[in-house]
């Protein structure tokens, strides 16, 4: 099993934080930047094709929930499910930059920002 770990390459193209991630701790993934079979995921396609270290680099929208690759059924399926905030994940990003981001995530030991309650 790996250790949780600060490393902003482990930042996924989403905003998650994979170093945190039960599937990437248990060496059942290799983290979003690695994993290949993960063809499906338009958010990575997006990111891989237009040179971004994820969507907190892009310029097209100014909020990723704007897009529609990053704002699908699935992506509020996920969130859903596991009370994840990915956009609060990308707003971060953008604040405070990668390694402040990949440096907090794996001191709470968390892959994402939890959805406030409303």
Known sequence: MREIRQDKNLVAFCGLYCGACKRYLDEKCPGCRENERASWCAVRKCCLENDRLSCADCQV???????????????KLFAFLFGSDR????????????GNYAEEMAAGKIHSIKKLKK
Do not use: L
């Open 87 to 98: 956009q609060a994940c990308i707003d971060v990003i953008k604040s405070k930059g990668y």
């Open 61 to 75: 929208y100014a909020s990723a929930s704007e897009c529609r690759k990053f704002n699908n059924i699935f992506s």
